[in-house]
Each structure stands twice: as structure tokens, then as C-alpha cells.
């Protein structure tokens, strides 16, 4: 690459569309020029801790994230250095011996429920992206993706969101709303996203 990557974050509660869209401006981007970094992959491993304890864990917590790894991915792609982003199997809370390759790429996008609330992240963002979608259906897709991909009930999914995802959400997902470069809602225009980080991307020099 000529230039250093772009860094874009893109943040919002739990199920508004965060991945959705990363795969859209990949397509819009072109998808020899972006690489996405899924927050999620990051959870710190706890296989150390009986497996019937895991599930207590507040993952919607910054603590629950290996920030310090996330933070050292980015600094490397942003030197023009593939990384060895981690897989999480969500079912048993535990990270996998396995990992997959993230090369740099001239758009980096980096998604993730409390990517702008983790400290220092956003130092490598060159520009931030919030999800404001309502809460009731935020819920409906957490729901149904717990239960088709993460091996949850509805009973655990509930009491994880009442307990845990939503009061975590006031204290630390909401909040950076307004500190996102551009907000959008469920009706964005995909094609008018991608203008804008272009226009921002080329104000900086990356492109």
C-alpha cells in the first residue's frame, strides 16, 4: 500500500446491524480493499474458570475484552503488518487454538458493541461510525442469533440482557453516540456511508 490503512469503527447496542454493515461497505469499498476486525473475536479466554461459572462473566463489560491484544492488532496493521486475529467459540467462552489471518488493507474496519468505550482504541480510528437502532429490536436479533448460533436459551438470552446488556449499554455503548463522527439509523443510505468515509478518507491523505 502507498498509504497507511483507514481505521473505521463502527459501534451500537447489542443487534443493530453492526456486521450487516461492515459487509455492505466491503462490497461498496470493494472487497480487495477492506479487512474488518470483529471486537468480539477479542473476549479474553476462560477456560481457566469451571465452565458452569463462565456464563456469569458480564460480557458486556470492557473488562471482559483483551483490549491490550485488540490495541496491538491495530497498531500492527496500521504498520502494514498482517495480524493473527484470535476465533472465540461463544459456546464454551473459551478462545480456540485457532486463528485467521488479517492482512492490512487500505480500509480497515473495525466493529464491535464497545469498540469506542475501550481505552485507546480510538486513537487508531480515523473515523467513527454509531448504529442508533431501537431497543426492542435490537433485543430481537440478539435473541435470535444467541439461539441459532451461540447455543443459548431464551431463558439465559433474557436474563443476560436485563442483567447484564442493557444496564452495560447505558453505561458505556450509549454514551459514545456522541462522540461518532457520523450516526445513522435503519433506513441509511449504504451508498451515501460509503461517500462519506471516502470524503473523510481522502481528507486525511490515506487515499
Given at each position: 500500500?502507498?498509504?497507511?490503512?483507514?481505521?473505521?469503527?463502527?459501534?451500537?447496542?447489542?443487534?443493530?446491524?453492526?456486521?450487516?454493515?461492515?459487509?455492505?461497505?466491503?462490497?461498496?469499498?470493494?472487497?480487495?480493499?477492506?479487512?474488518?476486525?470483529?471486537?468480539?473475536?477479542?473476549?479474553?479466554?476462560?477456560?481457566?474458570?469451571?465452565?458452569?461459572?463462565?456464563?456469569?462473566?458480564?460480557?458486556?463489560?470492557p473488562g471482559s475484552l483483551e483490549t491490550e491484544l485488540l490495541r496491538s492488532h491495530l497498531?500492527?496493521?496500521?504498520?502494514?503488518?498482517?495480524?493473527?486475529?484470535?476465533?472465540?467459540?461463544?459456546?464454551?467462552?473459551?478462545?480456540?487454538?485457532?486463528?485467521?489471518?488479517?492482512?492490512?488493507?487500505?480500509?480497515?474496519?473495525?466493529?464491535?458493541i464497545l469498540l469506542l468505550a475501550l481505552e485507546g482504541i480510538g486513537d487508531y480510528l480515523?473515523?467513527?461510525?454509531?448504529?442508533?437502532?431501537?431497543?426492542?429490536?435490537?433485543?430481537?436479533?440478539?435473541?435470535?442469533?444467541?439461539?441459532?448460533?451461540?447455543?443459548?436459551?431464551?431463558?439465559?438470552?433474557?436474563?443476560?440482557?436485563?442483567?447484564?446488556?442493557?444496564?452495560?449499554?447505558?453505561?458505556?455503548?450509549?454514551?459514545?453516540?456522541?462522540?461518532?463522527?457520523?450516526?445513522?439509523?435503519?433506513?441509511?443510505?449504504?451508498?451515501?456511508?460509503?461517500?462519506?468515509?471516502?470524503?473523510?478518507?481522502?481528507?486525511?491523505?490515506?487515499?
Open positions: 500500500m502507498n498509504h497507511p490503512p483507514f481505521f473505521i469503527g463502527i459501534a451500537g447496542g447489542t443487534g443493530s446491524g453492526k456486521t450487516y454493515l461492515c459487509d455492505k461497505l466491503s462490497c461498496h469499498l470493494g472487497k480487495e480493499n477492506t479487512v474488518c476486525i470483529e471486537v468480539d473475536a477479542y473476549y479474553r479466554d476462560l477456560s481457566h474458570i469451571p465452565i458452569n461459572e463462565r456464563a456469569a462473566v458480564n460480557f458486556d463489560h497498531e500492527t496493521l496500521a504498520r502494514g503488518n498482517a495480524v493473527p486475529k484470535p476465533v472465540y467459540d461463544f459456546a464454551t467462552h473459551t478462545r480456540t487454538d485457532q486463528t485467521t489471518t488479517v492482512p492490512p488493507r487500505p480500509f480497515v474496519l473495525a466493529e464491535g480515523d473515523f467513527t461510525i454509531y448504529l442508533d437502532v431501537p431497543a426492542d429490536i435490537r433485543f430481537i436479533r440478539r435473541l435470535e442469533r444467541d439461539l441459532k448460533e451461540r447455543g443459548r436459551t431464551t431463558e439465559t438470552v433474557i436474563s443476560q440482557y436485563l442483567d447484564q446488556a442493557r444496564p452495560m449499554h447505558e453505561k458505556f455503548v450509549a454514551p459514545c453516540r456522541n462522540t461518532a463522527d457520523l450516526v445513522i439509523y435503519q433506513d441509511y443510505d449504504i451508498s451515501d456511508v460509503a461517500q462519506k468515509i471516502r470524503a473523510a478518507a481522502k481528507d486525511t491523505g490515506c487515499r
